[in-house]
């Protein structure tokens, strides 16, 4: 978005800049040049001269030069005021920013003047080059237009791109955190009633978060509803199979022990929907003070215990001795109890499954990997979806639903959870918090 932000700024600051550039150097040396006769210069050098002999007899030198030095003809012209006995110039107007050069080209008018005294002095009137004095006052002017037209252009600008790219910034977090759970955010109120094609977007954005907001609790309360009504004709089933047990005979065991195994699945799914929703509808896990590393190796323990026939090795690579964290321990440890449960039953029994931790500022990172067959990279993005299963994990145990709690547990932390394959064979996971 800020990508989007300077471009707009740019191009329309770029453009406006080149279009009173363009009109400067237009007026400056295109526009037609005003001009004088020579009859008329000579009219207003008159008038100058019979005022300066008029100034001089009421207040002498100090009058004249204090005139000239504040006198601001219609056109340019250079004055001096001379006395004729010696040659020293008495007063003089300013002089303009017109190069020397131009002076020398222009017309010249010299015009005694007679004081009240009898004293003669000489009036001095010189023209710069008519067309290179307009040039350069209107270059001049022209420079200090750009400069204020670059600094106003550039607030506007960047007004209009602000205006611009702030509600798109604000429907950028919203769609962030409707991709991250939060399916209840909207945004039409805070961008507001702009009028435009932007607060219209805003309004069907909402329209959309809330109609993905229905049907995603509605899909959560059908596999809560179902799951729950499942569970009382399955504890119906399993008092009726012990009832079978009691009052059959030996031929049919094998029976009974098939359906009670299908029974034990059925309750396992079920569970496992009903933990998957809960944590869904989530939304404060129990946060408590706990001790990272001793959890883990808790973790290790528990899972090492129950695949015991597996014969497995762990190895723990980590020199951090305690890490204490906020964090709710029972969720936590499930999400990463789940991520070691599938490193067990895919890892060869011949190699061992890795867990590195190592920690980075103010985040640690779990990375847990095994040397299995790893996961076809096209199905990476969707390894964490609930009853999502690799074909290469067809015809193992689970029902694709310990990722997706893993994923969710981990995000209701505020970490982050990937998967990737590795160079040798395998997959590895990371979590960060």
């Known amino acids: 978005m800020r990508g989007l932000f300077w471009k707009i700024f740019l191009w329309v600051w770029a453009t406006m800049i080149l279009i009173v550039v363009a009109t400067a150097l237009y007026s400056n040396y295109f526009l037609p040049v005003e001009r004088i006769g020579r009859g008329e210069a000579r009219e207003l050098v008159n008038f100058y001269a019979n005022a300066t002999a008029s100034i001089y007899n009421s207040g002498g030198e100090k009058a004249v030069s204090h005139w000239l030095s504040n006198l601001k003809p219609p056109v340019t012209m250079k004055i001096r005021v001379r006395d004729n006995s010696n040659g020293t110039t008495i007063a003089k107007s300013k002089l303009g920013k017109i190069p020397e050069k131009y002076w020398q080209t222009g017309p010249v008018f010299r015009i005694p003047i007679w004081t009240a005294d009898g004293h003669m002095l000489r009036f001095i009137a010189v023209f710069p080059t008519t067309r290179a004095e307009l040039q350069q006052k209107r270059l001049y002017q022209n420079i200090v237009r750009i400069i204020f037209a670059f600094l106003i252009i550039g607030i506007i600008c960047y007004l209009l791109s602000l205006y611009l790219t702030k509600p798109l910034r604000k429907l950028q977090s919203a769609a962030s955190a409707i991709a991250a759970g939060k399916l209840s955010t909207r945004v039409a109120e805070k961008i507001g009633s702009r009028n435009d094609a932007i607060s219209e977007l805003a309004t069907e ?220 064979a395998g997959l590895e996971v990371l979590i960060t918090l």
């Open 205 to 424: 954005f909402d329209r959309m978060a809330e109609k993905i907001e229905s049907v995603m609790n509605a899909q959560r309360s059908l596999l809560q509803n179902v799951s729950h009504e499942l569970r009382s004709p399955l504890s119906r089933l399993q008092v009726s199979l012990d009832l079978a047990r009691r009052n059959s005979n030996s031929k049919i065991d094998n029976e009974l022990d098939r359906i009670e195994l299908e029974a034990e699945k059925l309750n396992d799914l079920i569970g496992e929907i009903l933990s998957f929703s809960r944590l869904q509808n989530l939304e404060k896990p129990n946060i408590e003070n706990i001790d990272l590393i001793a959890l883990i190796k808790e973790i290790i323990h528990t899972v090492d215990y129950e695949f015991s026939q597996l014969a497995l090795p762990i190895k723990l690579n980590t020199n951090i001795e305690t890490y204490p964290l906020k964090a709710d321990k029972k969720l936590l440890a499930r999400a990463i109890e789940n991520i070691l449960r599938n490193a067990y039953r895919f890892n060869p029994t011949d190699k061992p499954i890795e867990i590195s931790i190592t920690q980075e500022n103010h985040h640690i990172t779990i990375t847990i990997r095994d040397h299995g067959p790893g996961v076809d990279d096209e199905e990476l993005e969707q390894l964490f979806k609930p009853f999502f299963r690799g074909h290469k994990s067809q015809g193992t145990e689970g029902y694709g639903l310990g990722l997706a709690i893993s994923q969710q547990a981990i995000r209701l932390h505020k970490g982050t959870i990937s998967a990737s394959n590795t160079h040798n």
